[in-house]
């Protein structure tokens, strides 16, 4: 039995519910990280360098592992490994909380990362499943406001928890929500059906599509700190160019692939691919960028850094119901098209930051872009699930999720790029990370420049997503409605 035939009525709602709720404990979970990062250096002891792989060695195994993920779903059934999100990423947690040293600290958030990618990657395909073509856009609308809720939430909760309890319950706290949300799940969300009577994974195809990842996103990271040019760079890129190029070979014969390559025959499922990559190079780094400017031009406090960007996420807890709404109504391709076209010109905005505190050269763009983001997203992802072969819902969300978190990946690279061009390696992630919040008149000049610059790029990085989301606009014009493609 599929899914959507066991989650009709008020049962549809509470599956969304716990699909939600696991999307805000990943994004929560992130955002107090971050704010913890400097107590957890003092308190380990540790270095700059072993706090971001914190944060990157998180990202490189979720991101690794959405597609895997995705595609076993599609065989087996989603709702044990979904399941099963919550329960590792309690038990990283956990240990995260516990954790001796620094290094040991990375390994259990790369446990952490195993169930974020479950959470991630099976969310969208259950609520597809669950609701009526009708409606899901705005079931997806809903869905999305967890990413924004996290966003506020978690930077609040981690400065209160590091504050009254320390830096260790910021882990902690995570664990009881995850199994409690992992009890409730069993009981609420239907069973899906095994799709395959003996598991058939495409090991080779799992190895060389991990190691090419891998390697980029590993290239993303230390980049700027080996050299782009040096010989490891370059090394680790033909590995990456020869193992991509296998892969697709192999996926092109194998009988089970781990990725069905005719999905991109499906004209705006490819677009959405191109969409979602360039415009989350654009969007992603707008925190770390404004960062930057106000603790490191304008030498703001981390607090008075994070109120200033609460309009970046709270305008979305209105704009995602809307476009999601608004997408069940006339279409996936002008909300998609509208909302990257105002993220564009909130970027473009934002690359004319003046050189003196002004709440308004700031707000007002976040707010725009966070209405944009609401419009552009909830469309975006449920048009993929609608034009995805059933069969094939878990593979074409991991890919999606996927080609999302390279976009972040390269957003951040790109940002720091740029703050380099202005400050040292180890002073740039200083001031984002809070640990100093002024540089010489001189240099802040210059890395104000360099925000202002980074911005103006991130505005090309939108106009090729509006170019990439060509074909949806004129699918919908033609009158072809995104329907199950069957492949």
Same mark, same amino acid.
Request: include cysteine.
């Given at each position: 039995?599929?899914?959507?035939?066991?989650?009709?009525?008020?049962?549809?709602?509470?599956?969304?519910?716990?699909?939600?709720?696991?999307?805000?404990?990943?994004?929560?979970?992130?955002?107090?990280?971050?704010?913890?990062?400097?107590?957890?250096?003092?308190?380990?002891?540790?270095?700059?360098?072993?706090?971001?792989?914190?944060?990157?060695?998180?990202?490189?195994?979720?991101?690794?592992?959405?597609?895997?993920?995705?595609?076993?779903?599609?065989?087996?059934?989603?709702?044990?490994?979904?399941?099963?999100?919550?329960?590792?990423?309690?038990?990283?947690?956990?240990?995260?909380?516990?954790?001796?040293?620094?290094?040991?600290?990375?390994?259990?958030?790369?446990?952490?990362?195993?169930?974020?990618?479950?959470?991630?990657?099976?969310?969208?395909?259950?609520?597809?499943?669950?609701?009526?073509?009708?409606?899901?856009?705005?079931?997806?609308?809903?869905?999305?406001?967890?990413?924004?809720?996290?966003?506020?939430?978690?930077?609040?909760?981690?400065?209160?928890?590091?504050?009254?309890?320390?830096?260790?319950?910021?882990?902690?706290?995570?664990?009881?929500?995850?199994?409690?949300?992992?009890?409730?799940?069993?009981?609420?969300?239907?069973?899906?059906?095994?799709?395959?009577?003996?598991?058939?994974?495409?090991?080779?195809?799992?190895?060389?599509?991990?190691?090419?990842?891998?390697?980029?996103?590993?290239?993303?990271?230390?980049?700027?700190?080996?050299?782009? &040019? #040096?010989?490891?760079?370059?090394? $680790?890129? *033909?590995?990456?160019? !020869?193992? @991509?190029?296998? /892969?697709?070979?192999?996926? =092109?014969?194998?009988?089970?692939?781990?990725?069905?390559?005719?999905?991109?025959?499906?004209?705006?499922?490819?677009?959405?691919?191109?969409?979602?990559?360039?415009?989350?190079?654009?969007?992603?780094?707008?925190?770390?960028?404004?960062?930057?400017?106000?603790?490191?031009?304008?030498?703001?406090?981390?607090?008075?850094?994070?109120?200033?960007?609460?309009?970046?996420?709270?305008?979305?807890?209105?704009?995602?119901?809307?476009?999601?709404?608004?997408?069940?109504?006339?279409?996936?391709?002008?909300?998609?098209?509208?909302?990257?076209?105002?993220?564009?010109?909130?970027?473009?905005?934002?690359?004319?930051?003046?050189?003196? &505190? #002004?709440?308004?050269?700031?707000? $007002?763009? *976040?707010?725009?872009? !966070?209405? @944009?983001?609401? /419009?552009?997203?909830?469309? =975006?992802?449920?048009?993929?699930?609608?034009?995805?072969?059933?069969?094939?819902?878990?593979?074409?969300?991991?890919?999606?999720?996927?080609?999302?978190?390279?976009?972040?990946?390269?957003?951040?690279?790109?940002?720091?790029?740029?703050?380099?061009?202005?400050?040292?390696?180890?002073?740039?992630?200083?001031?984002?990370?809070?640990?100093?919040?002024?540089?010489?008149?001189?240099?802040?000049?210059?890395?104000?420049?360099?925000?202002?610059?980074?911005?103006?790029?991130?505005?090309?990085?939108?106009?090729?997503?509006?170019?990439?989301?060509?074909?949806?606009?004129?699918?919908?014009?033609?009158?072809?409605?995104?329907?199950?493609?069957?492949?």
């Amino acid at each position: 039995m599929m899914l959507a035939k066991s989650a009709s009525g008020r049962w549809k709602w509470s599956v969304l519910g716990v699909t939600t709720f696991g999307s805000f404990i990943a994004n929560a979970d992130a955002t107090i990280v971050v704010v913890a990062l400097p107590a957890i250096l003092t308190g380990l002891h540790s270095n700059i360098a072993t706090m971001l792989w914190t944060l990157t060695g998180y990202m490189l195994v979720s991101t690794v592992l959405l597609l895997p993920l995705g595609r076993l779903s599609d065989l087996v059934g989603r709702k044990t490994l979904f399941l099963s999100g919550f329960l590792v990423f309690a038990l990283g947690s956990a240990l995260c909380g516990a954790t001796p040293s620094g290094p040991d600290l990375i390994a259990f958030r790369c446990l952490q990362g195993l169930g974020g990618a479950a959470l991630s990657a099976l969310g969208t395909p259950i609520i597809t499943e669950a609701f009526p073509s009708s409606e899901l856009g705005f079931a997806l609308g809903i869905n999305s406001l967890a990413w924004v809720l996290g966003s506020l939430v978690g930077p609040v909760a981690g400065g209160i928890l590091v504050a009254t309890l320390g830096w260790r319950s910021v882990f902690y706290v995570t664990v009881p929500f995850s199994i409690l949300a992992a009890i409730l799940g069993w009981f609420v969300l239907p069973r899906s059906a095994r799709r395959v009577a003996k598991l058939q994974m495409d090991v080779s195809g799992l190895f060389l599509f991990t190691t090419a990842l891998t390697l980029v996103l590993v290239i993303f990271t230390e980049g700027l700190a080996w050299g782009w &040019l #040096s010989p490891r760079i370059l090394t $680790l890129a *033909l590995v990456a160019l !020869a193992s @991509a190029a296998l /892969f697709v070979r192999r996926e =092109l014969t194998t009988k089970e692939p781990l990725f069905d390559l005719r999905l991109f025959g499906i004209k705006a499922f490819g677009a959405a691919q191109g969409v979602v990559t360039f415009a989350s190079i654009g969007f992603f780094a707008t925190t770390f960028l404004l960062t930057f400017y106000l603790q490191g031009g304008l030498a703001q406090s981390p607090l008075a850094t994070g109120l200033l960007l609460v309009p970046l996420s709270a305008p979305q807890l209105l704009s995602s119901p809307m476009g999601g709404r608004l997408a069940d109504r006339i279409g996936s391709a002008w909300p998609i098209w509208g909302g990257v076209a105002g993220l564009g010109i909130g970027a473009l905005w934002l690359s004319q930051l003046p050189d003196r &505190l #002004s709440v308004w050269a700031i707000a $007002l763009p *976040l707010a725009l872009m !966070a209405v @944009a983001n609401g /419009f552009y997203w909830p469309p =975006l992802s449920s048009l993929v699930m609608k034009v995805s072969p059933r069969e094939r819902l878990g593979m074409a969300s991991g890919l999606f999720y996927t080609f999302r978190n390279i976009g972040f990946s390269l957003s951040l690279t790109l940002a720091l790029v740029f703050a380099e061009t202005s400050l040292p390696a180890a002073q740039a992630v200083g001031v984002f990370l809070g640990l100093h919040t002024g540089t010489s008149r001189l240099m802040a000049d210059a890395l104000m420049h360099a925000v202002r610059t980074a911005f103006l790029w991130f505005t090309l990085a939108f106009g090729i997503a509006l170019a990439a989301g060509i074909p949806i606009l004129i699918a919908q014009r033609d009158g072809r409605r995104p329907h199950p493609v069957q492949l």
